[in-house]
């Protein structure tokens, strides 16, 4: 079973709409969490972390994380075409997991902003 | 800022041949990593190395090897490489953190295709 699920698989909002990215981790060792997102011909770059349960807020983009769930969420509000990217939830374990970074990646949300 | 450079960017090969992937990071960073990446799988862990002359196997390390010749420098070895194979492959470095997790940086990705 994968151990960090995202939905949806793709998502098209409209330009200045809200989008709203879903993560759910499987494994109770997961601590930390992250979002990555990767445009077109390049590699995955960090959005933003979230390590407390509640929301963080950084510019246009919240994260929100409910550690008894093991939910996680990412939502952009006022989307641009440029935020039109593959988008990956990142989770690493306490302990061992975090001391190496290692890090376990969801398949991906892909998110179409159309003018 | 630092900077990850994967070569090639794009490599083509025959069905067994032995291939290698090169990464260099300039970040100064401890631990780096190879993922493959394929359409709808998200980024799946080959190899990771948390120092100079370390080795860690991933989740799919079988049919590769990697290695560390020095801290700034990273290569994968496919060791037989399979007709119809299309990946990406990304290196990325981080500083892990005791009781933390930190960002990986990410390269370009080399793109492979097996004839």
């Known amino acids: 079973q994968q151990k960090v699920q995202q939905s949806p698989e793709s998502l098209s909002v409209p330009e200045g709409g809200m989008a709203s990215l879903n993560c759910t981790s499987s494994?109770?060792?997961?601590?930390y969490f992250w979002w990555y997102r990767q445009h077109s011909g390049e590699g995955p770059k960090a959005l933003m972390s979230i390590f407390s349960d509640g929301d963080k807020k950084e510019g246009r983009f919240t994260a929100h994380l409910n550690k008894a769930s093991l939910h996680v969420s990412l939502h952009i509000r006022d989307s641009q075409p440029s935020d039109s990217a593959l988008y990956f939830c990142a989770a690493s374990e306490r302990g061992t997991g975090a001391n190496t970074g290692k890090l376990t990646f969801g398949h991906g949300t892909i998110l179409r902003v159309h003018p | 800022g630092g900077i990850i450079t994967q070569t090639p960017k794009f490599l083509i090969g025959q069905e067994g041949q032995k291939l290698t992937l090169k990464c260099q990071q300039n970040?100064?960073?401890?631990?780096m990593y190879w993922y493959r990446q394929d359409s709808g799988k998200g980024l799946r862990l080959i190899y990771y190395?948390?120092?100079?002359?370390?080795?860690q196997k991933g989740d799919l390390s079988e049919g590769y090897d990697a290695s560390r010749e020095k801290k700034s420098s990273f290569s994968l070895t496919v060791t037989s490489a399979q007709k119809n194979e299309m990946a990406v492959f990304l290196c990325?470095?981080?500083?892990?953190?005791?009781?933390?997790?930190?960002?990986?940086?990410f390269g370009p990705g080399t793109r492979l295709t097996v004839l």
């Open positions: 190395s948390i120092t100079e002359n370390d080795l």
């Open positions: 494994d109770r060792n997961f601590q």
């Open positions: 970040f100064n960073h401890d631990t």
């Open positions: 990325a470095s981080s500083i892990p953190r005791l009781g933390s997790s930190y960002e990986q940086y």
